[in-house]
């Protein structure tokens, strides 16, 4: 099973600011990773694939990076509804894993 | 547009069984791979079956195995998890998601909680 880990577990950022989330694979998953944010009571929403290739409808101050076992979620002027907890996934193997989330709260 | 509509969750005993229903609308359904994702109260995601779009191949997360089977009825659109032996670890909201990749679409989620 490919082990997920992500840093921080809080990050404190003030609007306007830019946020930075890591994911760290155990394995390589090559560019076969997600990110997906979830608010209190809501379903997750897929952010970005393929590493890097935002889904459709996602503002573009979203942006993923990296390859192989280090990938970055950057936020680039977090805004008010940017607060939220972000999880990174790969697709690389079965099972399927998720990190165990980072939570963005307000600073 | 693409909705994905879990039902079937409830309030069971340890041991006892629940099957849990899918129904999607606003793309082929007969087309996709389809999951069921797990979050425990207060918990991260976990990923628990796939079932392939010609339900030609299956995958379970090893909790799950033996006890737990994905299905799909491509002309009613609906996706199933047949649980059976529930365990209290199994308390969770059950999201049904599409994709062959990444999930790119959830529903809103049913609610299992195993009690004594």
């Known amino acids: 099973e490919i082990v997920m880990t992500q840093s921080p577990a809080t990050l404190s950022v003030s609007p306007g600011e830019r946020a930075t989330l890591s994911c760290r694979a155990s394995q390589t998953v090559s560019s076969n990773l997600a990110w997906y944010q979830q608010k209190p009571g809501q379903a997750p929403r897929l952010l970005i694939y393929?590493?890097?290739t935002r889904a459709t409808g996602i503002p573009a101050r979203f942006s993923g990076g990296g390859s192989g076992t280090e990938f970055t979620l950057t936020i680039s002027s977090l805004q008010s509804e940017d607060f939220a907890v972000y999880y990174c996934q790969q697709y690389e193997n079965w099972p399927r894993t998720f990190g165990q989330g980072t939570k963005v709260e307000n600073k | 547009q693409v909705q994905l509509v879990e039902s079937g969750g409830g309030v069971v005993q340890p041991g006892t069984s629940l099957r849990l229903s899918c129904e999607a609308s606003?793309?082929?359904?007969?087309?996709?791979?389809m999951h069921w994702v797990r979050q425990a109260p207060g918990k991260g995601l976990e990923w628990v079956a796939l079932?392939?779009?010609?339900?030609?191949?299956?995958q379970y997360i090893d909790s799950v195995k033996g006890r737990f089977t994905i299905s799909r009825d491509n002309s009613k659109n609906t996706l199933y998890l047949q649980m059976n032996s529930l365990r209290t670890e199994d308390t969770a909201v059950y999201y049904c998601?599409?994709?062959?990749?990444?999930?790119?679409?959830w529903g809103q989620g049913t609610l299992v909680a195993v009690s004594s």
């Open positions: 079932i392939s779009y010609d339900a030609g191949n299956h």
């Open positions: 393929g590493a890097s």
């Open positions: 998601t599409r994709g062959a990749k990444e999930f790119d679409y």
């Open positions: 606003g793309f082929s359904f007969r087309s996709f791979g």
